[in-house]
């Protein structure tokens, strides 16, 4: 993806903890300020805090038949109309047929899980919710935006665990690049819930921090013991460069390169040198025709748990040599899965609109094994004329996107 193939970012959308709108979520980040709470819904489990989103806000944005979508779809549809509208089109009047929808999420959602296990459990088979399937797939949030806004293109999920959201954006710029489509409204979504807490505890993944939830998520820290469930979705509205020009559009920022790579090494352990993420991250930074030289800074994956962050270091290292400033955005988010890679997207175009890194939060004590300058207690003003943001999903799938300025 040259430059000269450059996919203008002409719209957003964000659906976080902090709020429904990217306004919210960006002055949230500036600040610093984590949003990890006890949550009711996860009381009882061993982790009863997580990143949820404020339904109020989410009821207003998207309303409509909530007895029926799982809210994994119910984020996305919400971001993807505040990306359109803030990209001046009219999905009223557009021509559908030519606007792709690519929502990434991570995985089923299981908010009707228990309830069907114990239907299926007790032999009550007609307790199990007839909307299951339709509520519940990961398909579904594409669906469900392609229905809301009338975008009869291609409509697609992809699912690469927590690299969805950023193999979704770089699927849509490959689908502009081909011709399949003059828009797309790209981006993921991931719901958080009883059952997807309890999965990652089990598995050693969640931060059990519960004496300080506000605290619990410290990406890079020395005193950082797992992820933070987050929740969410991101949407960017992608053109391409020529064609935002000649509507006059004015881009948040330019997709200029798109890199994904497998470790083939592990089911949910990275590679010991982050082989795969550097693998990525060259393919990206190449793709945009540029050398790691030219990359201002970069948002990081960075779930907070032990071996990832000093991987991700570790890579980071080995493709920059000394690495630009690095930020944290699941440090005040969490992490939201499938959806995190599209936030961190959105956040990234905001970045170079703004010209501002927002800081890592609960970063007191860099680990001694990570070499980074991670932006930490402020906001830092500095010159990003593009950017890289990184994910890497379990199955040692990962994705990598750079951004420049307009």
Same mark, same amino acid.
């Given at each position: 993806?040259?430059?000269?193939?450059?996919?203008?970012?002409?719209?957003?959308?964000?659906?976080?903890?902090?709020?429904?709108?990217?306004?919210?979520?960006?002055?949230?980040?500036?600040?610093?300020?984590?949003?990890?709470?006890?949550?009711?819904?996860?009381?009882?489990?061993?982790?009863?805090?997580?990143?949820?989103?404020?339904?109020?806000?989410?009821?207003?944005?998207?309303?409509?038949?909530?007895?029926?979508?799982?809210?994994?779809?119910?984020?996305?549809?919400?971001?993807?109309?505040?990306?359109?509208?803030?990209?001046?089109?009219?999905?009223?009047?557009?021509?559908?047929?030519?606007?792709?929808?690519?929502?990434?999420?991570?995985?089923?959602?299981?908010?009707?899980?228990?309830?069907?296990?114990?239907?299926?459990?007790?032999?009550?088979?007609?307790?199990?919710?007839?909307?299951?399937?339709?509520?519940?797939?990961?398909?579904?949030?594409?669906?469900?935006?392609?229905?809301?806004?009338?975008?009869?293109?291609?409509?697609?999920?992809?699912?690469?665990?927590?690299?969805?959201? &950023?193999?979704?954006?770089?699927?849509? @710029?490959?689908?502009? *690049? $081909?011709?399949? =489509?003059? !828009? /797309?409204? %790209? +981006?993921? #979504?991931?719901?958080?819930?009883?059952?997807?807490?309890?999965?990652?505890?089990?598995?050693?993944?969640?931060?059990?921090?519960?004496?300080?939830?506000?605290?619990?998520?410290?990406?890079?820290?020395?005193?950082?013991?797992?992820?933070?469930?987050?929740?969410?979705?991101?949407?960017?509205?992608?053109?391409?460069?020529?064609?935002?020009?000649?509507?006059?559009?004015?881009?948040?920022?330019?997709?200029?390169?798109?890199?994904?790579?497998?470790?083939?090494?592990?089911? &949910?352990?990275?590679?010991?040198?982050? @082989?795969?993420?550097? *693998? $990525?991250?060259? =393919?990206? !930074? /190449?793709? %945009? +025709?540029? #050398?790691?030289?030219?990359?201002?800074?970069?948002?990081?994956?960075?779930?907070?748990?032990?071996?990832?962050?000093?991987?991700?270091?570790?890579?980071?290292?080995?493709?920059?040599?000394?690495?630009?400033?690095?930020?944290?955005?699941?440090?005040?988010?969490?992490?939201?899965?499938?959806?995190?890679?599209?936030?961190?997207?959105?956040?990234?175009?905001?970045?170079?609109?703004?010209?501002?890194?927002?800081?890592?939060?609960?970063?007191?004590?860099?680990?001694?094994?990570?070499?980074?300058?991670?932006?930490?207690?402020?906001?830092?003003? $500095?010159?990003?004329?593009?950017?890289?943001?990184?994910?890497?999903?379990?199955?040692?799938?990962?994705?990598?996107?750079?951004?420049?300025?307009?």
């Amino acid at each position: 993806m040259k430059h000269a193939a450059a996919i203008a970012v002409t719209g957003l959308g964000l659906v976080t903890a902090a709020g429904v709108g990217a306004r919210d979520t960006w002055e949230r980040l500036c600040a610093g300020a984590p949003t990890a709470a006890l949550d009711p819904d996860l009381a009882g489990l061993p982790v009863p805090f997580a990143c949820r989103v404020p339904q109020a806000a989410l009821r207003a944005a998207a309303p409509g038949p909530a007895w029926r979508t799982d809210p994994f779809i119910r984020f996305a549809v919400a971001a993807a109309r505040e990306a359109v509208a803030d990209a001046g089109l009219d999905h009223g009047s557009w021509d559908g047929p030519r606007v792709a929808v690519v929502i990434g999420v991570g995985s089923a959602s299981h908010d009707l899980t228990p309830r069907a296990s114990a239907a299926l459990a007790a032999h009550h088979y007609a307790a199990i919710p007839p909307t299951l399937v339709a509520r519940s797939a990961p398909n579904m949030a594409a669906g469900y935006v392609g229905m809301a806004l009338g975008a009869e293109g291609p409509t697609l999920c992809t699912s690469t665990a927590c690299a969805s959201g &950023t193999t979704a954006i770089g699927t849509a @710029a490959l689908l502009l *690049r $081909a011709g399949m =489509c003059d !828009i /797309a409204v %790209a +981006g993921g #979504s991931e719901g958080a819930g009883r059952v997807t807490s309890a999965a990652f505890w089990r598995m050693g993944a969640l931060s059990t921090r519960t004496h300080d939830p506000l605290g619990a998520s410290r990406p890079f820290d020395a005193d950082r013991d797992g992820f933070v469930l987050g929740e969410g979705a991101g949407v960017l509205v992608l053109e391409r460069a020529a064609d935002a020009r000649a509507r006059r559009a004015r881009p948040h920022a330019l997709l200029t390169g798109y890199g994904a790579s497998g470790d083939a090494h592990h089911a &949910t352990a990275p590679h010991p040198e982050g @082989a795969g993420v550097q *693998r $990525a991250l060259r =393919c990206a !930074i /190449a793709d %945009a +025709g540029l #050398s790691p030289e030219d990359i201002d800074h970069v948002n990081a994956h960075a779930t907070a748990t032990t071996l990832n962050d000093r991987v991700e270091a570790q890579a980071l290292r080995a493709v920059f040599g000394t690495p630009p400033p690095v930020t944290a955005t699941k440090s005040v988010l969490g992490h939201s899965l499938g959806a995190a890679g599209a936030i961190e997207a959105v956040v990234s175009a905001l970045t170079l609109r703004h010209q501002l890194i927002h800081p890592t939060a609960n970063l007191h004590r860099l680990d001694d094994a990570i070499d980074l300058d991670v932006v930490t207690k402020e906001p830092r003003a $500095a010159r990003v004329r593009a950017m890289v943001t990184t994910s890497c999903g379990f199955g040692g799938q990962n994705a990598a996107l750079v951004l420049q300025e307009c």
